[in-house]
């Protein structure tokens, strides 16, 4: 069985996809035994509680310094001895030290189709402004591993989504949510079965799925 840390910073939309995927048998082979925050605000913590799920909040105010935070943030994740972390609108900067402990081991979900709207100063809303501002006919969705540079880790999985031009930012966001919440859960469940494999190139290769 998978343990998985999901890390949450805000409504946790994601996480609940998560959580349901678990619940109604999407995701096997896999259990959600922590969430944490740095946020302790973020409703996410609330739909932790709710599912009986432990939250634990490590917020860079409580520390003085940012590497004191880092320390404290990865003995929290340690200490819940995950096999898989699961960034889901987590907006802090991963330390190069949790990369390091637990590389490939740590998936982020991003709105936009990577290299498109991505890097630093790039999420939630804004991605979905930048990609309007811009014009472009099709956005959508990348799940991707995390490394120590922002939003270019290897890429797992993309959806895709084509742009009507009455959307405005509300609805843009409304639909790549709709996405997310499917293609998150699928790249967990890809990861529980063991079919993700990142290559010497950086790329990742998934294996087909099993005949039945
Ligand atoms: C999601 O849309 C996710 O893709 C985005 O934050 C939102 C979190 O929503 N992440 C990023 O922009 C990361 N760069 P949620 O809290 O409802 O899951």
């Known amino acids: 069985m998978l343990r998985v840390v999901v890390m949450v910073?805000?409504?946790?939309?994601?996480?609940?996809?998560?959580?349901?995927?678990?619940?109604?048998g999407k995701i096997t082979n896999a259990e959600v035994v922590a969430v944490i925050s740095n946020n302790e605000g973020a409703y996410a913590i609330e739909r932790a509680k709710n599912h009986g799920v432990p939250a634990f909040v490590v917020t860079p105010k409580?520390?003085?310094?940012r590497d004191a935070f880092n320390e404290a943030l990865l003995e929290t994740i340690k200490a819940c001895k995950p096999d898989l972390i699961v960034l889901a609108g987590f907006l802090v900067k991963i330390p190069a030290a949790?990369?390091?402990?637990y590389r490939n081991k740590i998936i982020n979900i991003h709105p936009s189709l990577i290299p498109s709207f991505c890097g630093v100063g790039y999420y939630g809303?804004?991605?979905?402004e930048a990609a309007l501002?811009?014009?472009?006919k099709v956005t959508g969705v990348t799940v991707h591993f995390a490394n120590e540079v922002y939003d270019c880790g290897p890429i797992i999985a993309q959806r895709a989504l084509p742009?009507?031009?009455e959307w405005d930012v509300d609805t843009l966001e409304s639909h790549i949510h709709d996405i997310e919440h499917v293609l998150y859960p699928e790249a967990v469940q890809m990861l529980a079965d063991g079919r993700v494999h990142v290559l010497a190139d950086g790329k990742?290769?998934?294996d087909p799925v099993p005949a039945a």
């Open 204 to 206: 990742v290769a998934i």
């Open 9 to 24: 910073s805000g409504g946790g939309t994601n996480l609940q996809a998560i959580l349901d995927a678990v619940d109604n």
């Open 125 to 128: 809303l804004k991605v979905h």
């Open 62 to 65: 409580a520390y003085e310094t």
């Open 98 to 101: 949790m990369i390091e402990a």
């Open 163 to 165: 742009i009507e031009e």
């Open 133 to 136: 501002a811009r014009g472009v």
